[in-house]
């Protein structure tokens, strides 16, 4: 198997702010890394494929980079809507998520 | 724009089978290159993917859950169906069924990656006596 693992598990910031999150694999999965965003409530949402392919209708504030073991969510300038929980997952072989980053208000 | 929506039993006991349908709207089950899948979220915790299926009707399990799960597709009636067997509290969930499209990007050679880029709104399930 291979073990996702995301970093911080949590995270505050302010409206306007540059964060990033990290997502490790254990062991090298190319580009097969998507990033998803979740409201609490609601399904989640794809907002990266391949580790850095922005999903249609996503705004360009969200980046995606990385390979091989090591990937980083960037969202350039925190919106209010932005406050949510971002997980990775590889889809390199049987699909696996990360646990999960919740990015809250300071 | 194809929507998906998940139905069954919201309680099932012990010991049981927990049976999910994943009814698809929009669209053709049996339109090929997608993976229809089921994930679930235990309240307050992490998503976990279940497994998938193909059009072809191929599956994939996630290894911890593959001695209990089930996954078929019925394309008469355009949907696809969950089934997890010896359920414990621990099954206890939301359960999401999604689909899994192919995406390229251009200067990579081709190749694809799957996204899940449609889900449904997602259905509570407690296991209990």
């Known amino acids: 198997d291979i073990q996702m693992t995301q970093s911080p598990s949590s995270l505050s910031a302010s409206v306007g702010d540059r964060v990033t999150i990290t997502c490790r694999a254990s062991?090298?999965?190319?580009?097969?890394l998507n990033w998803y965003q979740q409201k609490a409530g609601r399904a989640p949402k794809l907002l990266i494929y391949?580790?850095?392919g922005l999903q249609s209708g996503v705004p360009s504030r969200f980046r995606g980079s990385g390979s091989e073991t090591e990937f980083t969510l960037t969202i350039s300038s925190l919106q209010p809507e932005d406050f949510a929980t971002y997980y990775c997952?590889?889809?390199?072989?049987?699909?696996?998520f990360g646990q999960g980053t919740k990015l809250e208000i300071k | 724009q194809v929507q998906l929506q998940e139905s069954g039993p919201g309680l099932v006991k012990p010991s049981q089978t927990l049976s999910l349908t994943c009814s698809v709207s929009?669209?053709?089950?049996?339109?090929?290159?997608?993976?229809w899948s089921w994930i679930r979220q235990p309240a307050g915790k992490g998503l976990e993917w279940i497994g998938r299926?193909?059009?072809?009707?191929?599956?994939?399990?996630n290894p911890s859950l593959k001695s209990r799960v089930a996954i078929s597709l019925d394309t008469s009636r355009n949907h696809f169906s969950l089934r997890l067997s010896s359920v414990t509290a621990a099954d206890t969930a939301v359960y999401y069924c999604?689909?899994?499209?192919?995406?390229?990007?251009f200067g990579r050679g081709g190749y694809y990656y799957y996204g899940t880029d449609v889900w449904g709104q997602g259905t509570t399930v407690t296991v209990s006596s």
């Open positions: 997952q590889q889809s390199y072989i049987t699909p696996d």
């Open positions: 062991q090298s999965i190319s580009s097969y």
């Open positions: 391949g580790a850095s």
């Open positions: 929009g669209g053709s089950i049996s339109s090929g290159g997608y993976y």
């Open positions: 299926i193909d059009t072809s009707g191929s599956t994939n399990y």
């Open positions: 999604a689909r899994d499209s192919p995406f390229t990007i």
